[in-house]
């Protein structure tokens, strides 16, 4: 291995700035000084200016000498009329051994420039940190430069001019004359894109300073270049462990701006998902490819294919945004395989994050700011939740009924406006979070009753709910024909594991996903970057859907608001990207009508079979507000009568005279009682509250 003197390094690197092409560059930068502050150069730059591979690879060996150098070079470079500048060296885009994981870091790459990628998860506030500081002797009043290297300011020993010691005299530092660099500290942890089965990622911190601060957000995917660091563990104020924590003193940070830049497609990948798409019936195989060891579920298959394409994301002309993300919310019995369908699209879905409602971080589903030690000091960081992380792609929330109540509040705005604003400690942040929510929930009595009202059987509030483009009810109702084919299914399943497990042998087709696994996530990375448009007969196909729905209402029954109108739209826009299609078509709607009508029928159709969008959009259906209103006026009517409150017998008299039946009366006052709507002055009577 080649080594090289201080003398040689600022020589060669005086060689590369002087060349026309990087002369120019670091001209430009020093013109825009102190607006710019770094050049920037990649490891390909190096490697074609020195034309053997030896002192690009001495740079990444030994990357704090090589940069001081070559920053005293650029001074060299810059001469004279340029003696105020101080420009930065940043090395980025680094190929080959030293892009690495984080859990693939060892001793060896100590004090080596790398570059690591990954999901910045947390970031502290920017801060001025001093890093040169001037003391003024109390005893002579000379003043002391001493540079500053740890986390606590050092005084000097003693005073150059008189001799005193720091025990002598007492040094005052003069902060105005002093020099401060700005300081930002991040983590960032592993993509899921790059984890196998069952890992968890692996976290790195990073020390940011100067012009590279403020950059980056919870949420973004990031590459970060520089010099891998270690310090000791404290176990006491005076004692320091022999395990290093590692860290990484950042030079250089590459955002990744396209939604799968991480998901690398190639010229034979596209040829590939091209020919795949040609096939009629790619749409089939790729519902056949979710979760093909869950029997059954077929509507619910497809409106999850759906969800992993997405709609597309608009700007409005008044500049605001229309997501294209769709939500889905499964919602049933304990057993309907509602977790597991979650983590395969988790697993399935390029940036899919599953979680527990329950938050297993301090920042929970949403974004949270919180107190942590960093360095020895307690400082307020800016983290991610689920939502954030998932930027991108699919955000599955296992348990979404017992979220905790910040994320509550939090997950409106999250799953419409697609961003979590957080304000508190001096934070203000808006971040990210164009993500499609897959969420389960169960009963809060154990079974789901088809023709009860959704939000009173889980514990969301009915505007979240609303939220969601498509709700299915997995209910396990007792049917021999459909019983037969599970028991069959599943106890085929256990067989050919245990075959698998004991022969090695070949998974059977039945079980076996139509298109690899691999694959679809490229296919479905490639689709969305396409923007179908709706062709003229598609959007007639939904707006007759639409009208035919809202015509069907009687009364104050509303079957369809125009948030379902705006679903299609997402639904049809999905199942053209699926098929890669540049328009939406007939088909595409018709797909998406079908969807529709099922997840309506199943969870916003009455007793008497009508469809009535309040029991999903509000806790109350139609029916039952014809109930409640009259319950409130026999009450008004009544109460002047009845000072300790109007008897619940009186009520039910006069509810029956007006044609209700006493037991929907007597479940409607238990409700609003539970609701806070009335009250009880005396025994079974009530009064308004």
């Given at each position: 291995?080649?080594?090289?003197?201080?003398?040689?390094?600022?020589?060669?690197?005086?060689?590369?700035?002087?060349d026309?092409?990087?002369?120019?560059e670091?001209?430009?930068?020093?013109?825009?000084?102190?607006?710019?502050k770094?050049?920037?150069?990649?490891?390909?730059?190096l490697?074609?200016?020195?034309?053997?591979?030896?002192?690009?690879?001495?740079?990444?060996?030994?990357?704090?000498?090589?940069?001081d150098?070559a920053?005293?070079?650029?001074?060299?470079?810059?001469?004279e009329?340029?003696?105020?500048?101080?420009?930065?060296?940043?090395?980025i885009?680094?190929?080959?051994?030293?892009?690495?994981?984080i859990?693939?870091?060892?001793?060896?790459?100590l004090s080596?420039?790398?570059a690591?990628?990954g999901?910045?998860?947390k970031?502290?506030?920017?801060?001025?940190?001093?890093?040169?500081?001037?003391?003024?002797?109390?005893?002579?009043?000379?003043n002391?430069?001493?540079?500053?290297?740890?986390s606590d300011?050092e005084?000097?020993?003693?005073?150059?001019?008189?001799?005193?010691?720091?025990?002598?005299t007492?040094?005052?530092l003069?902060?105005?004359?002093?020099e401060?660099?700005n300081f930002?500290?991040i983590?960032i942890?592993e993509?899921?894109?790059e984890?196998?089965?069952g890992?968890?990622?692996?976290?790195?911190?990073?020390?940011?300073?100067?012009?590279?601060?403020?950059q980056?957000s919870?949420?973004?995917?990031i590459t970060?270049n520089?010099?891998?660091?270690?310090?000791?563990?404290?176990?006491?104020?005076?004692?320091?462990?022999?395990?290093f924590?590692?860290?990484?003193?950042v030079n250089?940070?590459?955002v990744?701006?396209?939604?799968?830049?991480?998901?690398?497609?190639?010229?034979e990948?596209?040829?590939?998902?091209?020919?795949?798409?040609?096939?009629?019936?790619?749409f089939a195989?790729?519902?056949?490819?979710?979760?093909?060891?869950?029997h059954?579920?077929r509507?619910?298959?497809?409106?999850?294919?759906?969800?992993?394409?997405?709609?597309?994301?608009?700007?409005?002309?008044?500049?605001?945004?229309t997501?294209g993300?769709?939500?889905?919310?499964?919602v049933?019995?304990?057993?309907?395989?509602?977790?597991?369908?979650?983590?395969?699209?988790?697993?399935?879905?390029?940036?899919?994050?599953?979680?527990?409602g329950?938050?297993s971080t301090?920042?929970?589903?949403?974004?949270a700011?919180?107190?942590?030690?960093?360095?020895?000091?307690?400082?307020?960081v800016l983290?991610?939740?689920?939502?954030?992380?998932?930027?991108?792609?699919?955000?599955?929330v296992?348990?979404?009924?017992?979220m905790?109540?910040?994320?509550?509040?939090?997950?409106?705005?999250?799953?419409?406006?697609?961003?979590?604003?957080?304000?508190?400690?001096?934070?203000?942040?808006?971040?990210?979070?164009r993500c499609?929510?897959?969420?389960?929930?169960n009963?809060?009595?154990g079974?789901?009753?088809?023709?009860?009202?959704?939000?009173?059987?889980?514990?969301?509030?009915?505007?979240?709910?609303?939220?969601?483009?498509?709700?299915?009810?997995?209910?396990?109702?007792?049917?021999?024909?459909?019983?037969?084919e599970i028991?069959d299914?599943?106890?085929?399943?256990?067989e050919?594991?245990?075959?698998i497990e004991?022969e090695?042998a070949?998974?059977?087709?039945?079980f076996?996903?139509?298109?690899?696994?691999?694959f679809?996530?490229?296919y479905i990375?490639?689709?969305?970057?396409?923007?179908?448009?709706?062709?003229?007969?598609?959007?007639?196909?939904?707006?007759?859907?639409y009208?035919?729905?809202?015509s069907?209402?009687?009364?104050?029954?509303?079957?369809?608001?125009?948030?379902?109108?705006?679903?299609?739209?997402?639904?049809?826009?999905?199942?053209a990207?699926?098929?890669l299609r540049?328009?939406?078509?007939?088909?595409?709607?018709?797909?998406a009508?079908?969807?529709t009508?099922?997840?309506?029928?199943q969870?916003?159709?009455t007793?008497?079979?009508?469809?009535?969008?309040?029991?999903?959009?509000?806790?109350?259906?139609?029916?039952?507000?014809?109930?409640?209103?009259q319950?409130?006026?026999?009450?008004?009517?009544?109460?002047?009568?009845?000072?300790?409150?109007?008897?619940?017998?009186d009520?039910?008299?006069?509810a029956?005279?007006?044609?209700?039946?006493?037991?929907?009366?007597?479940?409607?006052?238990?409700?609003?009682k539970?609701?806070g709507q009335?009250?009880e002055?005396?025994?079974?009577?009530y009064?308004?509250?």
């Amino acid at each position: 291995m080649a080594e090289y003197k201080k003398d040689e390094i600022r020589e060669k690197f005086k060689d590369f700035f002087e060349d026309e092409e990087y002369h120019s560059e670091l001209i430009k930068v020093a013109d825009n000084y102190p607006d710019e502050k770094s050049i920037f150069i990649t490891y390909n730059d190096l490697t074609l200016f020195f034309e053997d591979l030896e002192f690009p690879r001495f740079v990444v060996r030994k990357p704090k000498l090589c940069l001081d150098e070559a920053e005293k070079a650029i001074k060299e470079v810059l001469g004279e009329s340029y003696q105020d500048v101080h420009i930065h060296l940043r090395l980025i885009d680094l190929t080959g051994s030293k892009e690495k994981m984080i859990r693939d870091l060892r001793s060896r790459d100590l004090s080596s420039y790398l570059a690591i990628s990954g999901l910045v998860r947390k970031t502290t506030e920017v801060r001025p940190k001093i890093s040169t500081a001037l003391f003024r002797c109390s005893r002579c009043g000379e003043n002391t430069r001493k540079k500053q290297s740890g986390s606590d300011i050092e005084e000097p020993t003693q005073c150059a001019k008189c001799g005193k010691s720091a025990n002598q005299t007492n040094f005052t530092l003069l902060r105005e004359e002093s020099e401060f660099r700005n300081f930002q500290n991040i983590e960032i942890q592993e993509s899921p894109d790059e984890l196998r089965g069952g890992e968890q990622p692996q976290r790195l911190k990073g020390w940011v300073k100067n012009d590279l601060v403020g950059q980056v957000s919870p949420g973004d995917r990031i590459t970060l270049n520089g010099i891998l660091d270690g310090k000791p563990k404290r176990k006491s104020s005076r004692s320091k462990s022999r395990v290093f924590d590692i860290y990484m003193r950042v030079n250089g940070i590459e955002v990744k701006e396209y939604e799968f830049e991480d998901l690398e497609l190639n010229e034979e990948d596209r040829e590939e998902i091209e020919e795949a798409a040609e096939d009629p019936r790619i749409f089939a195989k790729i519902v056949n490819s979710i979760a093909p060891s869950i029997h059954g579920l077929r509507t619910e298959k497809i409106g999850l294919a759906l969800q992993m394409f997405s709609g597309v994301r608009k700007e409005m002309p008044d500049g605001s945004i229309t997501r294209g993300d769709i939500h889905i919310l499964l919602v049933g019995d304990p057993g309907t395989a509602k977790s597991q369908l979650l983590r395969y699209i988790a697993g399935l879905s390029p940036r899919g994050m599953y979680a527990s409602g329950k938050g297993s971080t301090g920042a929970g589903l949403t974004a949270a700011a919180i107190r942590e030690d960093i360095m020895g000091e307690s400082q307020w960081v800016l983290e991610a939740g689920t939502l954030v992380l998932a930027d991108g792609g699919i955000a599955c929330v296992d348990e979404l009924d017992k979220m905790r109540d910040e994320d509550r509040s939090a997950m409106h705005e999250a799953m419409e406006q697609q961003t979590i604003s957080v304000a508190k400690a001096g934070i203000n942040a808006t971040l990210n979070s164009r993500c499609a929510v897959l969420g389960a929930a169960n009963p809060e009595y154990g079974r789901f009753e088809t023709h009860e009202n959704i939000s009173q059987q889980i514990n969301l509030p009915p505007p979240l709910i609303s939220r969601f483009d498509l709700i299915f009810a997995l209910i396990d109702k007792p049917d021999k024909k459909k019983d037969a084919e599970i028991a069959d299914h599943i106890l085929n399943l256990h067989e050919e594991g245990e075959r698998i497990e004991k022969e090695g042998a070949d998974i059977e087709k039945e079980f076996e996903p139509e298109l690899d696994k691999e694959f679809l996530r490229k296919y479905i990375a490639h689709a969305k970057s396409m923007t179908p448009i709706m062709t003229d007969q598609a959007m007639k196909k939904l707006e007759d859907f639409y009208l035919d729905l809202r015509s069907q209402g009687s009364g104050d029954t509303i079957p369809a608001t125009a948030r379902q109108l705006e679903s299609l739209v997402r639904l049809s826009e999905a199942s053209a990207r699926a098929h890669l299609r540049e328009q939406a078509t007939v088909e595409d709607a018709e797909r998406a009508i079908s969807v529709t009508k099922y997840f309506l029928e199943q969870v916003a159709s009455t007793e008497g079979d009508t469809l009535d969008i309040d029991i999903v959009a509000s806790s109350v259906s139609a029916s039952e507000r014809t109930v409640l209103a009259q319950i409130r006026d026999i009450i008004k009517e009544k109460r002047g009568v009845h000072e300790g409150g109007v008897p619940a017998d009186d009520i039910l008299e006069e509810a029956v005279t007006r044609g209700l039946s006493r037991e929907e009366v007597r479940k409607e006052l238990d409700r609003m009682k539970t609701n806070g709507q009335i009250y009880e002055p005396s025994q079974d009577s009530y009064d308004l509250a």
